[in-house]
Structures are given as structure tokens and as C-alpha cells.
């Protein structure tokens, strides 16, 4: 090997798959490769700047650090994969087109990509919600309908025919679901918490809906409609993935650096710090509970303080 000119080699190595006996000719070159490697450092950076700057706070005020590290870590071995050419399969176009660019019988479909959002994409909801202070089980549902947006539009991907667009179709109901409870439940939580939280969450949340809205037009111009290359498709998701990710995580992160988690109702407690709640059993007075809440075996759960030491 020629050490002095080392060359992106992904697509000789892990290119030309036999996919059912035929290979995709509608593929990435080593153009759309070296870019995907790009993208995968720029997310590897980005996983040292959040998981480093977690370090400037108490292990108690960590949860958006470490959330949005962990969404740039898999989005940096997605794109790895993406580069190295794998993590793809064929797929026959339901529009077989005579532009060059994008003539041919099958096209490459990365599915690792929706691997890589299944993952991250509730992870960035949880980063937002939990700044919104949302309760949890609206937080939970908004996620597991999130799911739905990523499933159905992996399965569409995958569909050769035009029943591709049955579920791109549930893709974007289930997104319009996600998007209101993103511009509006949430919106309204922020705002009762204060000024500063409101402001926080209404530029990650404007920044986070307007990105969003163009990841199913990539689609359709990519898996969906076969009008753009894969090289364009790479181009197309990768600035939509870095404005979503590492910009949109520092966005979050910036704005949290003053925001005492437990005033989004996150009570985290270290180890040596005393509980919030603590669970004693007080004597009733005459008869009747002192303050606190007491549960019908006489349990009382009174607030102390916050963290104290
Ligand atoms: C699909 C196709 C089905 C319909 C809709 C889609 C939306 C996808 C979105 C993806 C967001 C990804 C992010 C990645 C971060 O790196 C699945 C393309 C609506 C919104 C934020």
C-alpha cells in the first residue's frame, strides 16, 4: 500500500453487494462516501464537546449532556457505516427513470439510517420535552408515536411498489401528532415554568419542527420518488442531520446552562445528597395529618428542602 496517498477505498471494498442475484446501480460513489465520512466526524466531534462540557456540571445537572451526547455518538457510527458503504440493501425504483444519474434497475436504500433515528430521533424529543417540563406519559406516548414515523417510513423505503406511499402516508400523520404536541402542549408547558425556559424551548422547538418538515421531502425525492442520487440523498440528509444534531444540541445545551433541572421537575440526587422526599412515618396530630401528604397506611411523604447536603 502507498502510504503517502491514501485513498477512500469503501466503495472496492463493501460496494457492488449482490442483492437476490443483481447489484444496485443507483449507488453512492466515493464522493458521496467521503462525505459520509465527513458527517461522521463532524457527529464524533460533536460527542467530545457535549460528553466534555458534562464535566462543568454536578452529576445531578447532566441529563441533557448526556442525552445529546448519545444522539451524536450513534449518528457518528451510522454515518460511518454510510461511508464504509454498508449498512445498505437494493431496492427496485417504482419509477425507473432515464436521467443517468438515476437510471437503473435497483437503488441503494440505507437502512441503517433509520436504525440510526429510531434511536435518536426520541432522544431529541426527550432533550425537548423535559425542557417543556411535559409530563411523562405525554412525553412516552409523543415518542413511541415518533417510532411509528421512523418504522413506517423504513418499511416504505423498502417497498418497491407504490404502496411505499401507504406508508409515508402514516409517516406524516404520525409526524403532524408529533408536530403539535411540539408547537402547542409543549409550548404551553415551557411557558408556565418562566420567561427563561419559554425562550429556550421555543427556539430549539421552531429550529427542531422547520428541520423536520424537510426530512420527508428528502425522502420523497430519494427512497420514495427516485428523483435525486444517492450522492444528492447523502448531501441532502447530512445537513439536515447535522442542523438537527450537533447544532440543535448545542442550541439546547447553551440555553440549559442556567436552568436548574429540578425546576423542570427532573429531581436528580447524587448519592451524598439528601432526598427530596423523604418517606417518614409521623405521629398524626389530634387525629388529624400534620403537613404532607399521608397515604392510607399513615405514611407521610414530606418535602425537604431542595438538595441539600
Ligand atoms: C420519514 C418518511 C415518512 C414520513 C416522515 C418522515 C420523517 C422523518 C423525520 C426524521 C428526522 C430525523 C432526524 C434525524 C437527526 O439526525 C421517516 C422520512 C414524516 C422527521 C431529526
Known amino acids: 500500500m502507498d502510504l503517502t496517498k491514501r485513498t477512500n477505498d469503501a466503495i472496492n471494498a463493501n460496494g457492488n453487494h449482490f442483492v437476490n442475484g443483481a447489484t444496485s446501480d443507483i449507488a453512492i460513489t466515493?464522493?458521496?462516501?467521503?462525505?459520509?465520512?465527513?458527517?461522521?466526524?463532524?457527529m464524533f466531534v460533536s460527542t467530545l464537546a457535549f460528553a466534555g462540557l458534562s464535566f462543568t456540571k454536578p452529576r445531578s445537572h447532566r441529563v441533557f449532556h448526556y442525552i445529546t451526547a448519545s444522539i451524536t455518538m450513534v449518528a457518528a457510527i451510522a454515518y460511518f457505516t454510510m461511508g464504509a458503504d454498508l449498512g445498505e440493501t437494493g431496492i427496485k425504483p417504482e419509477f425507473i427513470r432515464t436521467n443517468p444519474k438515476v437510471s437503473g434497475n435497483l437503488r441503494e436504500i440505507f437502512y441503517v439510517r433509520?436504525?440510526?433515528?429510531?434511536?435518536?430521533?426520541p432522544l431529541l424529543l426527550l432533550d425537548l420535552l423535559l425542557t417543556a417540563g411535559l409530563p411523562w406519559p405525554t412525553i412516552f406516548y409523543t415518542l413511541l408515536i415518533d417510532e411509528i414515523m421512523i418504522i413506517t417510513g423504513l418499511i416504505g423505503a423498502l417497498v418497491s411498489s407504490s404502496y411505499k406511499w401507504g406508508y409515508f402516508t402514516f409517516g406524516c400523520v404520525a409526524f403532524l401528532w408529533v408536530a403539535w404536541t411540539v408547537t402547542w402542549t409543549a409550548r404551553k408547558h415551557a411557558a408556565a415554568i418562566g420567561p427563561d425556559v419559554s425562550?429556550?424551548?421555543?427556539?430549539?422547538?421552531?429550529?427542531?419542527?422547520?428541520?423536520?418538515?424537510?426530512?420527508?421531502i428528502a425522502w420523497g425525492l430519494s427512497e420514495g420518488g427516485n428523483v435525486i442520487a444517492p450522492d444528492s440523498e447523502a448531501v441532502f440528509y447530512g445537513i439536515l442531520d447535522i442542523m438537527a444534531k450537533p447544532v440543535f444540541g448545542a442550541l439546547l445545551l447553551w440555553g440549559h446552562k442556567d436552568i436548574e433541572p429540578a425546576r423542570l421537575g427532573l429531581n436528580i440526587r447524587d448519592y451524598d445528597e439528601a432526598p427530596l422526599i423523604s418517606n417518614t412515618r409521623e405521629k398524626p396530630l389530634n387525629g388529624h395529618n400534620g403537613a404532607g401528604v399521608t397515604g392510607t397506611d399513615g405514611n407521610t411523604a414530606t418535602t425537604t428542602g431542595a438538595s441539600t447536603v
Open 30 to 42: 466515493t464522493h458521496g462516501s467521503d462525505w459520509y465520512f465527513a458527517v461522521c466526524a463532524v
Open 114 to 121: 433509520y436504525i440510526d433515528w429510531v434511536i435518536t430521533t
Open 199 to 216: 425562550k429556550v424551548y421555543l427556539i430549539c422547538g421552531v429550529w427542531t419542527i422547520f428541520l423536520w418538515f424537510l426530512y420527508p
